[in-house]
């Protein structure tokens, strides 16, 4: 099946540093990819719908000059974590669907654990 | 603001009996219901989706849709230890729009 690949899975850093993750559709193409973040023991929160070739649309309540989305090709979206401070510790995930389906064919990363000391 | 709601448990519930899960949602418009099992420390996985009113079943689950009542329920019949995870409702507007999870419920299977 469909495979996303997200890498780290996990990264410990210290305060003000900057991470970027990165999500990858290992067999397919997608136009459009799903940056989530998920707090212990609650749902997964949307943040941002990311965009081949375009800006990425992010959701009520997120810093968009904090957490940089960049969707550079049909196959590859990265989140970076600006000067990260320990209130962003939290486990991100990504999800991509291939183009042209619904969300029955939504795929998603293993996540990354980021943990800012 | 669209809304899925769940009890967040722990459900706990002894090895071979049914689990049963509840979701309600806010928007009317919603079209789209998905539920997903979610280990800890670990990404969604897709366990069933449903459209239309009624059940829907698939090996040991069966999901259950009420647009009228804005009602998704999942049951799980004869549970497993190995089932014992984090179950996620999420629902989207139609095909292809950004979901909105629930807060989850966390299924505890006992043996």
Same mark, same amino acid.
């Given at each position: 099946?469909?495979?996303?690949?997200?890498?780290?899975?996990? @990264?410990?850093?210290?305060?003000?540093?900057?991470?970027?993750? /990165?999500?990858?559709?290992?067999? #397919?193409?997608?136009?459009?990819?799903?940056?989530?973040?998920?707090?212990?023991?609650?749902?997964?929160?949307?943040?941002?719908?990311?965009? /081949?070739?375009?800006?990425?649309?992010? /959701?009520?309540?997120?810093?968009?000059?904090? #957490?940089?989305?960049?969707?550079?090709?049909?196959?590859?979206?990265?989140?970076? @974590?600006?000067?990260?401070?320990?209130?962003?510790?939290?486990?991100?995930?990504?999800?991509?669907?291939?183009?042209?389906?619904?969300?029955?064919?939504?795929?998603?990363?293993?996540?990354?654990?980021?943990?800012?000391? | 603001?669209?809304?899925?709601? &769940?009890?967040?448990?722990?459900?706990?519930?002894?090895?071979?009996?049914?689990?049963?899960?509840?979701?309600?949602?806010?928007? +009317?418009?919603?079209?789209?219901?998905?539920?997903? +099992? &979610?280990?800890?420390?670990?990404?969604?996985?897709?366990?069933?989706?449903?459209?239309?009113?009624?059940?829907?079943?698939?090996? +040991?689950?069966?999901?259950?849709?009420?647009?009228?009542?804005?009602?998704?329920?999942?049951?799980?019949?004869?549970? &497993?230890?190995?089932?014992?995870?984090?179950?996620?409702?999420?629902?989207?507007?139609?095909?292809?729009?950004?979901?909105?999870?629930?807060?989850?419920? +966390?299924?505890?299977?006992?043996?």
């Amino acid at each position: 099946g469909a495979v996303v690949s997200q890498h780290p899975s996990r @990264v410990i850093c210290k305060s003000g540093t900057s991470v970027k993750i /990165e999500c990858r559709s290992l067999d #397919f193409q997608a136009t459009t990819m799903f940056w989530y973040r998920q707090f212990p023991k609650q749902s997964l929160m949307l943040m941002a719908t990311s965009n /081949e070739g375009s800006k990425a649309t992010y /959701e009520q309540g997120v810093e968009k000059d904090k #957490f940089l989305i960049n969707h550079a090709s049909l196959t590859l979206s990265t989140l970076t @974590v600006t000067s990260a401070h320990p209130e962003d510790s939290s486990f991100y995930i990504c999800s991509a669907r291939p183009q042209g389906t619904g969300n029955e064919k939504l795929f998603f990363g293993s996540g990354t654990q980021l943990s800012v000391l | 603001q669209k809304e899925v709601e &769940q009890n967040s448990g722990p459900l706990s519930v002894p090895e071979g009996a049914i689990a049963s899960l509840n979701c309600t949602y806010s928007d +009317r418009v919603s079209q789209s219901f998905f539920w997903y +099992r &979610q280990y800890s420390g670990k990404s969604p996985e897709l366990i069933m989706s449903i459209y239309s009113n009624g059940d829907k079943e698939d090996g +040991r689950f069966t999901a259950q849709l009420n647009k009228a009542s804005q009602y998704v329920s999942l049951l799980i019949r004869d549970s &497993q230890p190995s089932d014992s995870a984090t179950y996620l409702c999420a629902a989207d507007e139609a095909a292809g729009n950004k979901l909105t999870f629930g807060g989850g419920t +966390r299924v505890l299977v006992k043996p």
